[in-house]
């Protein structure tokens, strides 16, 4: 299927919309920039690769297929973040971790993506009393998928470099995408998503 791709510069700040439906939900402001997705955009995976992960509720190394990893919920939120540790990716990852039964009473889990090795992946939870899946794409294979990587930067204390772009994709059970952000705000972020998913 043909990617297309439509940015939407969202510069209002409402506190509800009207109707559920995306014209209404996509004027809020859900984060600086959003790709609105609709039936448009096949994200082309193999649903059948393994990856490594942290299932951090048990505190267990997984390995898991794609599609094993999206049949345990309806939904999943894919989160790509730059770095285990930094302040912002410590926020957000605390966010929606204190959130996780809020988005699985709606039938959501939670994936978290970066570079870092599961040993991190470990550190950055037990440190942070984290109980979400924590993924490692040491190939960088989600990463250049979901168009989650650009200029090498310097992040965090300006010593740590890092090309993720901090983004986060809701798809279903086969990998398609049902909305996106792009270089997201960490602070919030969660709640956001938990809004935005409350009225589809």
């Not at 979901?146 to 990998?175: C, M």
Request: proline share 2%; charged share 25%; with cysteine.
């Amino acid at each position: 299927m043909k990617k297309i791709f439509l940015f939407l510069f969202l510069s209002l700040f409402l506190a509800s919309c009207g109707q559920n439906n995306w014209e209404d939900i996509k004027t809020q402001n859900l984060d600086l920039w959003a790709l609105e997705l609709g039936n448009t955009w096949a994200i082309n995976l193999d649903l059948t690769k393994s990856y490594d992960y942290l299932d951090s509720l048990n505190m267990d190394y997984k390995n898991d297929t794609l599609a094993d990893l999206l049949a345990k919920k309806d939904y999943t939120i894919v989160y790509f973040y730059p770095l285990d540790f930094t302040p912002n990716c410590t926020i957000q990852a605390i966010d929606f971790s204190t959130m996780l039964e809020d988005f699985d009473a709606k039938w959501y889990q939670i994936i978290w993506v970066s570079k870092n090795d599961i040993e991190s992946h470990k550190k950055f939870a037990e440190a942070n009393s984290l109980r979400i899946k924590l993924i490692q794409d040491k190939n960088s294979d989600l990463l250049k998928e979901f168009w989650a990587l650009g200029p090498l930067q310097t992040y965090g204390n300006g010593e740590e470099l890092t090309d993720i772009i901090r983004s986060t994709f809701i798809v279903d059970k086969n990998w398609q995408a049902i909305a996106a952000f792009r270089d997201v705000e960490a602070v919030g972020h969660a709640a956001r998503i938990y809004d935005f998913i409350s009225q589809l």
